[in-house]
């Protein structure tokens, strides 16, 4: 006898021990994340290294909302991180130096420019789509060196001042951590937030087939774009903030490699988790140093560990553990 679906439906909701164990182990991550700068108060190094694994991980967090929830596969993100990080080092170096006023002007700039560049890319689909970005962000790597008098070349831009909150200067690595891991936290609740509300849901329905969505009354291009102005501005906060955390910005924030890294962090993470492409970033920044330390071919090892997450987990790092966790479920409530 086939049970009624409101039995399976309710079978197949977790016990309430379960979430209150998810739920904990959700509050021991957040605080053992907010503690690292005091357990790791000797060493400076590991302070400023984990700051940049979080912007990484806002900056994955930025092109997921648009590839995760949209299906638009952009292979020029880095355009918008470098944006951000040349827009917001020459409004710090020339008009305030204030980190909400910098950041603000930032996104602002980002989304406007987004608009009209997205206006157009949009309405693309497809490989189309992702060379289109790609070709973007290679007009801004040139513009970096056309507009030398600006960007500083190849030098890049520098001479930025130390930036300030509420008119106290944040200079030192604490401060910059904690900063940095209430902005990212800040945004992965207003992810979940979108996820859940009737503007995620419509873009889920695109990500699954635009055509029927389209069918349907949706107004498919106006929906991608606003998915692409929200994820561009949320990469332009990722490189204002780097740029006033290191003081310098250099042509490589837009280059296509920098693109390709940032695909990675979201592959390897869990394409459209929210999560998994922050966990992603995070795993990705730490190895990278550390590899890299060891030998000079670590793009290799990288190349084949990416193949490998491809082909054997295409859910990433936030699909293991999910495996994981499902296995530590009771029979019958997974």
């Not at 550390?290 to 699909?319: C, K, M, N, R």
């Amino acid at each position: 006898m086939t049970p009624p679906a409101d039995s399976l439906r309710e079978l197949a909701k977790p016990t309430l021990p379960i979430r209150l164990t998810a739920w904990g182990l959700i509050a021991l991550i957040m605080i053992l994340g907010a503690c690292v700068p005091l357990l790791a108060a000797g060493s400076p190094f590991i302070i400023v290294l984990a700051s940049q694994a979080i912007i990484a991980a806002l900056l994955a967090l930025s092109l997921d909302l648009l590839t995760g929830n949209t299906g638009l596969l952009s292979f020029g993100h880095a355009a918008w991180y470098g944006f951000g990080a040349y827009a917001g080092g020459l409004i710090a170096k020339f008009v305030t130096a204030d980190i909400l006023l910098v950041v603000a002007a930032t996104a602002v700039l980002a989304a406007l420019v987004a608009v009209i560049v997205g206006s157009i890319l949009t309405r693309q689909i497809g490989k189309t789509f992702a060379i289109l970005t790609l070709a973007f962000s290679q007009i801004l790597f040139a513009l970096v060196f056309v507009a030398d008098e600006w960007t500083g070349g190849e030098d890049g831009l520098q001479g930025i001042p130390i930036p300030t909150l509420f008119g106290f200067s944040i200079a030192r690595p604490p401060s910059w951590y904690w900063l940095l891991y209430g902005t990212l936290v800040l945004f992965i609740v207003l992810a979940f937030a979108l996820r859940l509300s009737p503007l995620g849901k419509t873009w889920l329905a695109i990500r699954e087939n635009a055509e029927r969505a389209r069918f349907i009354g949706i107004d498919v291009n106006r929906f991608k774009l606003l998915a692409y102005v929200l994820s561009a501005a949320i990469a332009a906060i990722a490189g204002a903030l780097f740029v006033l955390m290191n003081g310098a910005a250099a042509p490589n924030t837009v280059s296509w490699l920098k693109s390709g890294e940032i695909m990675m962090y979201v592959v390897l993470g869990g394409t459209g988790t929210i999560i998994g492409p922050v966990l992603g970033a995070i795993a990705f920044t730490f190895a990278e140093h550390y590899v890299s330390s060891l030998t000079d071919s670590w793009l290799i090892y990288f190349g084949a560990l990416f193949v490998i997450v491809v082909i054997v987990a295409p859910g990433g790092l936030y699909g293991l553990a999910q495996r994981a966790w499902h296995s530590l479920a009771p029979e019958g409530r997974r």
